[in-house]
Every structure is written in C-alpha cells, then in structure tokens.
C-alpha cells in the first residue's frame, strides 16, 4: 500500500498542517500585537505612585498652552535606538504620550548621523553640544534643548540615578516656547549709562528678547523681565539712605536675581568706583581690578588685533560652567577669535575662596542651605599681557594667573521638596568696546559668545510644581515576588499541559476510531 493514502499519514498531515496553521497564527497575532503596542503606547504601569505614566498635574500645565501653538519634540537619532536603551525610552515614552493627549504636540526622529544640517541652526542658536541622546523642543522661533542627563535626578555624593524629572524639564520647557509673550531684556538707564551699540541689541531682539528701557529708581522689574541689562554705568545704583534716597536699586536687583533671573554688565578702563553696584556683584565673586582707584588697562603687544596692543585676543577658558558656554566655539576646526578691545580685566572678588578642584580655577563662595554660588572665567589674556594704571605697568600676566577679561557667576538653588534646581546668573564683561559694530561682526566669534551666553541666561527653564518621581518608590507593589513567580509557572505549564493532554485524547481517539 501506497504510505502516502495510509490513514496514518492522513492524520499526520492534518495535525502537522493544524501546528503549523496554529503557529503561524500565534506569531501573527504576537507581531501585529507588538505594532499595536508600540505604536500606541499600551504598556501598564505598575508602579504604586504611578511613575512612568502622565500625571494629571503635567496634563493640567499642559493645558494651559494656546492649542494652536504647534510644539515639536525632536530626537536626535531614530526611534529604535530610543527604544533600546531603559533611560531613552522612559524620556520617549513621556514625549509620546504628551503628543497622544495634545494634538499641537509631535514627537519625530532625526537621525543626526546622516542629517547632521537638520540640528545645526539650534546648535549654533544655544551652543549647547547636540548628540543622539539630545531632544530638542521647538514652538515658532523659540527652542530648548536637552541632553538626556538633565531628565534624571542624580545623587551628588554617589552620582547614582535617583529619579526621573522628565515630567517637569518637558512641561517647562514646553511652556517656555509657547508662552504668548517674549521675554523681555531691561536695560538700564539712569546712571549715565549710553545705549549698547546697535549690534548688541539687533543681536538681542534676534534671540527672542522684548527690549525695555528702566528706570531702577522710578520702576519696578516687570515680571517677564529675564535680564537686565548695565551697560556702561557713570553712577552708582542707590541703597536706601536716610535724607538722600528711599528707594534701593540694589534690593530691586537681589530680588530679580534671587528668583531664577540674570545680570549682564559692561565695564572698561573708564569705570568710576561705584561702591554699592560693586559690592554686589562682590557677593557674586566679581571684581574690576584696581591699582588704588585706577582700573586696570590691558595692553598685549603678542596677541592683538592693532601695533599698539589695545585691541587683545581673549584667550577660551576650557573648563568649569563659564566654558561651557564657548564650547560650541572651541569645537571648530578653526575657533574664532574673540577680541576686548580697550578692556580694564576682571577678578575674584575678596569674598570668595579661588579653587582648583578640577583642573581650573573658579571662585568658591560656600552655600547657605540649599543655595550656593560660584564663580567661573569664560576668558582671560595670554600670558604675555601687562597691566598699567595711572600711567606705570602695575602686573604681568603669567600662565598661572591671566587676567579675566569676561567672568559667569551662577547661583544654585535647590528645592528641597522636589529635588529641582533653579539657576540665576551674572557675567561681567571687561570691555565695552566688545559689543560695537566692528567686535560683532562675523569674522569674530563676539556674537556668537553673546548669544550663547543669553540663551543661558535669559531663557531659563520655568518653574512648575510639578515632583520628581523617585526610583525608590517605583518597585511593582500590587503583586509580590513570590505571586509573580506563581503566576509565571501557571501561564507557562497551564497551557502546555492542556495542548499536551488534549494531544493525548486525540491519539487515544484515532487509535480507537
């Protein structure tokens, strides 16, 4: 008899064709199931706060924005790559569900290898360092970007991830390129300060900023105000003083400054000894230095722009907060030169202790509760500069000790409830003569430090209540170890039992028939 007509064999096939048919429908549904899942995000969150799910508190900010304000979320690489690694996927996951609930919000992918042009205006616009675990948030003209550390809460003395921050860095961020207003830049006028050259204020209002005049001793601080602006002061901001003024510009400034707000100021070799703006800025760390009353005036015959040495080459600091700024900068092939033409130099103020922890110096203040201050050089002069005041050389810079010619200071301020830190900023500038038409113009990288600068300072992340979601609570709690184990051997040997014994009955039957 032909095996082929048997019974047997008849039999076979059809259990064999029925296995097959079976499985490849298990692994359809598996694959069609998984798209889904991706696609729409359906994963359950099992963690008791819950930790990886859109809270109400975020959803309820994120109303607040004019739904006709598109938002774009970008991520520096494709989907895949997010999707492969715990942390880049928490931060994906955020974002798409932000773009599930928002109809103005969509997430998309640019993979920067192979399109690197599609991230180059944002890097040149904020001079932060964009990688393919960078997300960039745009609305319009405005543009936050993120690195995937700053969605993370880590431990200071461990460095050990402690939480997730990621609701509250893209919530914030998301309101601050969609606000109805542009921030608004004050700049001062009541001191004999002249308006900054053209250059430095077109430069300002292309970053976004509203620019006001202010009258420190008739008006307040408008609230959209990010930055002021003191270029050039003649006279010194009143303190209160019985008989002579009740009203302190200087209180005006601690407060502005002291709610996550920044300073620019401009001085030269011309700058009067201003006691009250000066002791100011001293409790930030920065100083004019001074020869008795007379400033400093830098002369280098080896590193300037003109014969007569006044026209000096600053050199880029390369570590600390103040470098961060240039980093962007000093990255290229062939670095600009940024120039101080005229400048008095700049130093850490008597109140703070230099350190060199790291490799470089910075200014050391100390905190006071969850508040401390630092302060860093952005540039200094080459080792071959000389300092005169009243007519004679009073110091020669060294290696070891240049003069400064643009100081950052930064104030951290960290919520004790919510882990978040707020930043404020002041930076001194050693030259007025920086900011003029010809300093500005592209052959020098003057602009482009002013711009990264202000992007820093100005265009802070807003403050939100929204709270970090700690780790440490994010164990799965509504089962134990021991259930979930129990669960996973019955939905393991259950079903494979039943195929089994029903493979039994089948065989007994066909045997039998």
């Not at 924005?65 to 942390?87: G, Q």
């Not at 939905?491 to 039994?504: D, H, K, N, R, S």
Request: proline residues 3%; contains cysteine.
């Amino acid at each position: 008899m032909n095996f082929l007509h048997t019974k047997k064999f008849r039999h076979g096939s059809v259990s064999l064709a029925l296995t097959v048919v079976i499985i490849a429908a298990v692994i359809l549904f598996n694959a069609i199931f998984s798209a889904l899942a991706e696609k729409n995000q359906w994963y359950l969150d099992m963690t008791p706060e819950p930790v990886f799910t859109l809270s109400e508190n975020a959803k309820s900010f994120l109303r607040q924005v004019d739904a006709a304000r598109e938002v774009t979320i970008t991520f520096c690489d494709d989907k895949d790559a997010w999707m492969a690694s715990n942390a880049q996927m928490e931060v994906l996951k955020t974002a798409l569900d932000i773009e599930g609930d928002f109809d103005n919000v969509t997430v998309q992918y640019v993979d920067i290898f192979t399109n690197p042009s599609a991230v180059n205006d944002y890097k040149v616009r904020t001079g932060k360092d964009i990688t393919p675990s960078t997300v960039i948030i745009t609305s319009g003209e405005e543009v936050r970007v993120h690195n995937i550390d700053e969605f993370f809460m880590i431990d200071t003395n461990t460095s050990a991830v402690t939480g997730y921050d990621g609701e509250h860095l893209f919530v914030s961020s998301i309101l601050a390129v969609t606000r109805a207003e542009a921030p608004v830049l004050c700049v001062t006028n009541n001191h004999g300060e002249e308006l900054p050259d053209p250059s430095l204020l077109n430069l300002m209002e292309g970053l976004g900023f509203e620019i006001k005049t202010i009258d420190l001793s008739k008006e307040e601080i408008p609230a959209d105000c990010r930055l002021i602006l003191i270029f050039d002061p003649q006279s010194d901001f009143l303190e209160k003083q019985e008989g002579i003024s009740d009203v302190s510009e200087i209180d005006k400034l601690e407060k502005f400054l002291d709610n996550s707000n920044s300073l620019l100021v401009f001085f030269d070799p011309d700058t009067p000894v201003m006691p009250n703006l000066e002791q100011l800025l001293a409790e930030w760390g920065i100083a004019i230095s001074r020869e008795g009353k007379d400033n400093y005036i830098i002369q280098d015959l080896s590193n300037s722009l003109t014969a007569n040495g006044y026209t000096t080459e600053g050199a880029y600091e390369t570590g600390g907060t103040g470098a961060d700024i240039t980093a962007q900068l000093r990255e290229d092939r062939y670095p600009k030169k940024v120039i101080f033409p005229e400048a008095t130099a700049l130093e850490f103020s008597s109140l703070y202790t230099v350190r060199q922890d790291y490799g470089y110096k910075y200014g050391y203040y100390g905190s006071a509760g969850n508040t401390y201050r630092n302060c860093y050089k952005v540039f200094s002069s080459y080792d071959t500069a000389v300092a005169t005041a009243g007519g004679e050389e009073v110091k020669r810079a060294t290696a070891d000790d240049p003069f400064s010619y643009m100081l950052l200071s930064c104030q951290t301020k960290n919520d004790a409830d919510t882990g978040v830190m707020y930043h404020s900023f002041v930076m001194a500038v050693s030259s007025t003569k920086y900011a003029t038409e010809g300093a500005m113009a592209t052959t020098y990288g003057n602009s482009a430090v002013m711009s990264y600068a202000c992007n820093s300072m100005g265009s802070l992340v807003i403050p939100v209540d929204i709270d970090c979601k700690y780790y440490a609570n994010s164990e799965i709690s509504t089962i134990t170890s021991k259930a979930a184990n129990q669960f996973t051997a019955v939905f393991t040997i259950v079903p494979t039992a039943l195929v089994f014994i029903a493979g039994i009955y089948v065989m007994v039957r066909r045997k039998y028939a």
